[in-house]
């Protein structure tokens, strides 16, 4: 397996997009805009309908081709588990990267039925906001990744 910085075919980034190969598949992740993709979303490929069935109606509207590698990138939708996740938010025209961490329920919320058995919940509704390009940023905030 290897990793090399590549350019990014969304905010042409060309130190913090990463191709990672192995001998059958190849992964992209760009952490300036956040898009990501792989070798199997070629036009007319089960994986790619499988991508687009599973992503919301913003993922992909502003998925884009990548005429280069002949594939579609989609933003990341980033599920951390205890961390949070970090998702796109908003319209086609005006979105932006959102962070929601997983807080402790209050004494209220704990009583909630949607809540029962569980003792936290993620905190969309306090989500933080960052630009199309501050992913990285998000990242930061989430301590996923270090200075």
């Known amino acids: 397996m290897s990793e090399v910085k590549t350019k ?17 598949f190849t992964s992209y992740i760009c952490f300036k805009c956040g898009f990501t993709s792989n070798s199997y979303y070629k036009n007319d490929t089960e994986e790619l309908k499988k991508a687009v069935e599973s992503s919301t109606q913003l993922m992909n509207e502003i998925s884009l081709f990548d005429y280069d590698r002949k594939i579609t990138w989609f933003p990341s939708v980033l599920n951390m588990g205890k961390f949070g996740i970090i998702y796109p938010d908003g319209t086609k025209n005006n979105w932006v990267w959102k962070f929601a961490q997983v807080t402790k329920l209050t004494e209220e919320e704990q009583k909630d039925p949607q809540y029962e058995g569980h003792e936290h919940k993620l905190d969309v509704d306090n989500a933080q906001s960052y630009g199309q390009h501050e992913f990285m940023n998000a990242c930061k905030d989430m301590g996923i990744i270090k200075e």
């Open 8 to 24: 990014c075919p969304n905010c042409f980034s060309e130190n913090q997009c990463f191709e990672e190969s192995t001998e059958h």
